[in-house]
């Protein structure tokens, strides 16, 4: 039964093969379908065709320093928990060229400047999770504020499909649920699943998402499947492993810069930058020139920084930041306090990338607690 | 979010949708200041952006070589005296600044802004002023001072306490005459003297032992090297001047003077886009925390 009639905010049931269409279709109106597959004993989010591309049967185990991809033999695609890296590098590129500058006069050192026209790529973004999508939204906070706009952020942000997939396997380093990003999708996407053992149940939420969907084999879902996708949602909440208590969080780790924890974790900590690169809300961006050897031609490009590294902070005569303590202690505090009073919300979505990446185990949860065990000692 | 500091204004002349792009400004004069200390007289090469262009004393441009990158540099000069110029004092210290001290007259650099909060200079009208600098910090507050020195009626009692490491470190040596003359108590003093050096030696905080001070209305305005600035802080403070009427300037390490690149944050605040001059009583909780 074909039913062309699905409207924003309903659900159907869509067979798992259909989604080959899906993607087809989307790169028929434009777009490059990145969505995870497996690379390097990862899962990764890369260009995708169709489900062929699709860790199949395949989940991650993820643990503190720890990520190892399982065999679980099952017809499904997206019970993985985040793939290694986030879909940050789509929408703020790791190293874009701004601009390209050309040595016109030896003579007074005036230079031509040719500025990156390319158009922006469109991409759309498979299998996007709820605590993803809350990351997303978090940049679109700190890229496209009232008074500062990032036009690379924007161009790609504006063109973006998300087809976002609803998580019903949280594993050991997940807490999204304290970080109330998820595991469920709410709002801002183009398409969500959710995915039962032989169908895709699809709500839709945008009109392009609509459309597209209209254009597939489809149909009205069982109140079996709808109840099965409840069930295991409902579940879902109570499968993370990790916990955040977020109450008076802000104020906290701000009150208490002096803490002695600081002092321990940095033993710890290797400054090593891997937890800002994984991470889907870090935004930090520094600039360079990239000039030739003839001192002729250079390429100014924005790249990806981090708190964690040395030059970061460096003004003439030191580094604000010279001590491992004093850059953990930077990053935890603008991620879980002073972020909040940029942007209105905590720079964490409780994806737990930063502890399955770092490779000392550190685990921001327990830094937390830590810290709040010795203020109320 | 709470932005607790004097007003921001980040009214960058143009190419909003531009990330880096900077103008073009010629290099049209260049004074030697002091060892290592060039002030550049810059004009911006496209007509249209110069009408557009317009500062306040404590902003701040992001000057751009091509080859090296940028540095924030503040203006050292007010609006009106700069007469459709952008005049910086360069110290050539990192990698930016030291390609700048082979800048020629007719050289072009790259200029982005004027970025920044600058110093409250309408909201302190009818109060009396101290200006605390050592060093490099004295150019960010000249712009300040010639604002006062044409303005004078509007202020109370000025003073400028300023110092350097050397005698030979002072900056607008020629110029302390005319200050002096619209009534500003200028007071000068370094580190270390040398033979010809009849004047003081100490650091600046020192120097407020011999001021009188009418807290309820008294602002200071100060920017040099941190250290020299918190005790600066302690003297105006054990005079019981509120945190509210100390102003700082604060540099960090900037790379976009918008607020994006998070370079340059203290606690909540971005010092490119909610300072760089913060009133002290918003910094109050951080500026003290060591390495923060």
């Keep these: ?7 924003i905010g309903s659900t159907v049931a869509l067979p798992k093969t259909e989604l080959d269409g899906l993607l087809a279709d989307l790169r028929q109106e434009g777009f490059q379908t990145v969505g995870p597959r497996v690379k390097e004993e990862s899962i990764v989010y890369a260009g995708i065709e169709g489900l062929q591309d699709l860790p199949r049967g395949i989940v991650s185990e993820q643990q503190p320093a720890s990520y190892r991809l399982t065999q679980t033999g099952a017809d499904r695609y997206f019970d993985f928990i985040p793939a290694a890296q986030s879909w940050k590098q789509f929408l703020f590129p790791p190293r874009h060229t701004l601009f390209i500058g050309e040595k016109e006069d030896t003579k007074t050192g005036k230079w031509k400047l040719r500025e990156n026209n390319e158009p922006a790529p469109r991409y759309a973004l498979v299998g996007v999770r709820a605590c993803e999508l809350a990351a997303i939204q978090i940049q679109d906070r700190v890229f496209l504020r009232s008074d500062f706009y990032d036009p690379i952020y924007r161009a790609r942000r504006e063109g973006v499909f998300i087809l976002a997939v609803n998580c019903l396997f949280p594993d050991a380093t997940c807490f999204c649920a304290s970080m109330g990003s998820g595991p469920r999708v709410e709002a801002g996407f183009d398409l969500c699943l959710t995915e039962l053992n032989d169908l895709f149940l699809v709500e839709v939420g945008s009109e392009l998402g609509r459309s597209l969907l209209a254009r597939r084999t489809f149909d009205l879902p069982t109140s079996f499947a709808q109840n099965t996708a409840k069930n295991a949602l409902a579940s879902a ?13 802000p104020e906290l780790l701000v009150d208490n810069l002096e803490a002695d924890h600081w002092t321990e974790v940095s033993k710890r900590c290797l400054s090593c930058a891997n937890c800002t690169l994984v991470c889907p809300t870090c935004f930090c961006w520094n600039a360079t020139d990239q000039v030739d050897l003839l001192g002729k031609n ?24 010279p001590t491992i303590r004093s850059r953990y202690r930077q990053w935890l505090t603008h991620k879980l306090s002073t972020w909040k009073e940029q942007f209105g919300t905590f720079g964490c979505v409780g994806c737990g990338r930063c502890i399955t990446w770092c490779p000392a185990g550190i685990d921001l949860t327990e830094e937390v607690a830590a810290i709040r065990k010795e203020v109320k000692a | 979010m709470t932005i607790a500091a004097f007003p921001t204004k980040t009214h960058s002349a143009g190419y909003e949708d531009k990330l880096l792009l900077p103008h073009w400004a010629e290099v049209v004069k260049i004074i030697p200041e002091a060892e290592g200390v060039t002030t550049f007289w810059l004009k911006l090469t496209d007509p249209e952006v110069q009408v557009r262009y317009h500062f306040e004393p404590g902003q701040f441009n992001m000057v751009y070589l091509p080859g090296y990158g940028e540095a924030a540099i503040s203006m050292s000069s007010d609006f009106e005296t700069s007469n459709g110029l952008v005049i910086h004092t360069i110290r050539h210290a990192g990698n930016v600044t030291k390609a700048a001290s082979r800048l020629k007259v007719g050289d072009a650099v790259g200029l982005r802004g004027p970025f920044g909060s600058s110093w409250p200079l309408k909201n302190v009208e009818g109060m009396d002023m101290i200006i605390a600098c050592g060093g490099i910090g004295l150019p960010p507050l000249r712009g300040a001072l010639y604002h006062i020195v044409r303005n004078r009626a509007k202020y109370g009692k000025v003073t400028l306490l300023y110092g350097a490491r050397t005698p030979k470190d002072l900056m607008y040596p020629t110029e ?7 009534n500003i108590d200028v007071q000068i003093t370094v580190d270390r003297g040398n033979e010809n050096w009849a004047g003081r030696v100490g650091v600046v905080p020192m120097w407020f032992y011999n001021l009188r001070v009418d807290p309820r209305n008294t602002t200071v305005l100060t920017c040099g090297p941190e250290i020299m600035m918190r005790f600066v802080i302690y003297e105006a403070l054990a005079r019981r001047i509120a945190a509210e009427n100390i102003y700082i300037l604060l540099e960090r390490n900037m790379k976009c003077g918008q607020g994006s690149c998070g370079h340059c944050q203290i606690g909540p605040y971005f010092i490119c886009k909610d300072g760089a001059v913060f009133p002290y009583s918003t910094l109050e909780k951080f500026f003290n925390v060591e390495e923060y």
């Design chain 1, 1 to 7: 039964m074909k039913d062309n009639t699905p409207t």
């Design chain 1, 237 to 249: 909440a109570g499968k993370m492993g990790r916990t955040l208590d977020t109450s008076d969080l």
């Design chain 1, 298 to 321: 250079t390429q100014r490009e924005r790249v990806w920084d981090s708190c964690f590294s040395l030059p970061y902070s460096y003004v003439f005569g030191g580094n604000t930041r």
């Design chain 2, 176 to 182: 302390y005459e005319a200050w002096k003359q619209a």
